[in-house]
């Protein structure tokens, strides 16, 4: 007899470990493959998931969007307006745009970099 799986309100398929180890890999990436998240829990908490391909590459890009998200806020967030040359970083750093220019094609002619 097949284990039974139940259904959460995420939409995931819930197998406990002992019914996954039932159904066998193939069957859960079969599930997966087929656009199934399945839930693995062990004593009634969640511990792993199977996810099809195309939902993991869905999920890295919505980490991506989220990322660039935060980052613009944040930007938004902080931004009071001023803005700051190279070559004043340069200098608040105690360096001189020449002498590194002169360094660089220095390391370009030396094969170095």
Do not use: C, W
Request: net charge negative; hydrophobic share 45%; no cysteine.
């Amino acid at each position: 007899m097949a284990p039974q799986v139940k259904s959460n309100a995420t939409s995931a398929e819930s197998v406990t470990v002992t019914e996954a180890s039932r159904l066998g890999v193939s069957d859960l990436v079969r599930r997966a493959s087929q656009g199934h998240d399945i839930v693995v829990e062990k004593h009634g908490t969640p511990v792993a998931a199977v996810i099809g391909l195309a939902r993991f590459e869905q999920l890295e890009d919505l980490e991506a969007d989220l990322r660039s998200a935060a980052l613009v806020l944040s930007r938004l967030a902080t931004d009071n307006g001023v803005r700051i040359g190279l070559d004043e970083v340069i200098d608040s750093l105690g360096f001189n745009r020449a002498e590194l220019e002169a360094e660089l094609d220095a390391d370009l002619r030396a094969g170095r970099i």
